[in-house]
């Protein structure tokens, strides 16, 4: 019964995994390779369907149905002389099936997409409303006033462009010092990473 749990716990994170993958698809920010011979869509001769995630999350689901009723049921047996077990255990098989399944399509799956970078580029320049956390915090920093507030003001549910947030930056006061308001203007949304390249080379053990 514990086996069978850790297996579905397991599914369940690479379920999650199929899915992103499949909505990162559908945004345009990763793209598959085009096998010669591969069938895309049934009317749409043009398309690459991410076929091997969507595969692979329905197998997962029926994968831990399987594993998470052997989990439950295994332990119990009334009077201890419960023999409904066996019934369970012959579709033990069904549910290994599934989950093997299920792994070789998001590995087939993964050997076929790659990052579009520039799609993500784009997308990225469309958000400069990103900015808001760095310059809030260079705000609160130097102890200007009502930093969240203010930035909150100029961004939640609008449309903020590069020259918006460079308006907002340029009319915070004198006492914001020169380098720090240089900093923040020279920031763009796909150059505000923080630590994230040291954390991403150096992860925690």
Same mark, same amino acid.
């Given at each position: 019964?514990?086996?069978f749990?850790?297996?579905?716990r397991?599914?369940?994170v690479?379920l999650?995994l199929a899915r992103?993958?499949w ?7 990763f793209?598959?390779?085009r096998l010669?011979?591969e069938?895309g869509?049934s009317?749409?001769p043009h @398309? ?8 692979a999350?329905?197998?997962? *689901?029926?994968a ?9 049921k295994l ?6 002389r419960?023999l409904?077990?066996?019934t369970?255990l012959?579709n033990?098989g ?5 989950t093997?399944?299920?792994?070789s399509?998001v590995q087939? *799956?993964?050997?076929?997409v790659?990052v579009d970078a520039d799609a993500?580029r784009?997308?990225l320049?469309?958000?400069w409303?990103?900015l ?7 705000m609160? @920093? ?5 930093p ?5 003001e ?6 903020v ?6 308006d907002?930056?340029?009319a ?7 380098a720090?308001?240089a900093?923040?203007?020279a920031?763009?949304p796909?150059?505000?990473l923080?630590l994230a390249?040291h954390?991403a080379a150096?992860?925690s053990?």
């Amino acid at each position: 019964a514990e086996m069978f749990a850790a297996i579905a716990r397991f599914n369940t994170v690479l379920l999650d995994l199929a899915r992103d993958l499949w909505t990162y698809i559908s945004l345009g920010y990763f793209a598959q390779k085009r096998l010669d011979g591969e069938v895309g869509s049934s009317t749409m001769p043009h @398309k690459l369907n991410p076929i091997d995630f969507e595969n692979a999350e329905g197998n997962l *689901g029926l994968a831990n149905a399987v594993m998470n009723h052997l989990s439950a049921k295994l332990p119990i047996s009334r009077m201890q002389r419960d023999l409904s077990d066996s019934t369970v255990l012959r579709n033990l098989g069904v549910g290994l099936a599934h989950t093997l399944i299920a792994y070789s399509s998001v590995q087939f *799956g993964l050997r076929k997409v790659h990052v579009d970078a520039d799609a993500m580029r784009r997308e990225l320049d469309t958000h400069w409303e990103l900015l808001a956390e760095p310059v809030q915090t260079v705000m609160r @920093k130097h102890a200007l006033e009502t930093p969240y507030e203010a930035l909150k003001e100029l961004t939640q549910g609008r449309a903020v462009t590069q020259q918006t947030m460079a308006d907002f930056i340029r009319a915070l006061p004198a006492s914001l010092p020169h380098a720090d308001r240089a900093r923040l203007l020279a920031l763009t949304p796909a150059t505000y990473l923080g630590l994230a390249p040291h954390l991403a080379a150096h992860p925690s053990p």
